[in-house]
T-cell receptor, first 110, second 112 residues
Framework: DAKTTQPTSMDCAEGRAANLPCNHSTISGNEYVYWYRQIHSQGPQYIIHGLKNNETNEMASLIITEDRKSSTLILPHATLRDTAVYYC???????????FGQGTELSVKP | DAEITQSPRHKITETGRQVTLACHQT?????MFWYRQDLGHGLRLIHYSYGVQDTNKGEVSDGYSVSRSNTEDLPLTLESAASSQTSVYFC???????????FGQGTRLTVV
């Protein structure tokens, strides 16, 4: 499975869009990009995933570059409850195991 | 509603004892995973299973074992607990690689 690189931490003002980048330059054609977040010490929570096309759901949008070497998770209107560690994961065909990196600690400030 | 549950939520045990952490899911997922998370770090994969009677080692499998006798359960056993195994343990399950994985709420294990 390809490795990912994310900034260690980011700040965002409440009500503004939070844009979290992720590099995955070694991703292969059949690997998906997944995003999870973890609030305090709770179990990781699924946010969104995609293969090639941009995706949107009720929580966020996922923008994947055309070469698939990077992606951006967008939280359109961040709230204080979005403060969490966000993990970008490249997930392959081998049974769907998720390999976590260090993630980005997002702090949403009033 | 379908769910994934871990038990116990908290456990304190002594060095050298055998400990088993339970994970039960009601989605009938084939894929199940065990992770550990140490303070201030990301999750690390311990063991995983793709179906009944199938088990595989992850990144940090030494000192741990799993067995898969049915679809719903993947118990994690610490053969002889060590202080280095003090951690929060998370179980997860998923149907396929292109579907989300669901995580349990975690088990906080302290080895004294």
């Amino acid at each position: 499975d390809a490795k990912t690189t994310q900034p260690t931490s980011m700040d965002c003002a409440e009500g503004r869009a939070a844009n979290l980048p992720c590099n995955h330059s070694t991703i292969s054609g059949n690997e998906y990009v997944y995003w999870y977040r973890q609030i305090h010490s709770q179990g990781p929570q699924y946010i969104i995933h995609g293969l090639k096309n941009n995706e949107t759901n009720e929580m966020a949008s996922l923008i994947i570059t055309e070469d698939r070497k990077s992606s951006t998770l967008i939280l359109p209107h961040a709230t204080l409850r979005d403060t969490a560690v966000y993990y970008c994961i490249v997930r392959g065909n081998q049974g769907g195991k998720l390999i976590f990196g260090q993630g980005t600690e997002l702090s949403v400030k009033p | 509603d379908a769910e994934i549950t871990q038990s116990p939520r908290h456990k304190i045990t002594e060095t050298g004892r055998q400990v088993t952490l339970a994970c039960h899911q009601t989605w009938n997922h084939n894929n199940m995973f065990w992770y550990r998370q140490d303070l201030g770090h990301g999750l690390r994969l311990i063991h995983y299973s793709y179906g009944v009677q199938d088990t595989n080692k992850g990144e940090v499998s030494d000192g741990y074992s799993v067995s898969r006798s049915n679809t719903e359960d993947l118990p994690l056993t610490l053969e002889s607990a060590a202080s280095s195994q003090t951690s929060v343990y998370f179980c997860a399950s998923s149907e396929e690689v292109n579907t989300e994985a669901f995580f349990g709420q975690g088990t906080r294990l302290t080895v004294v």
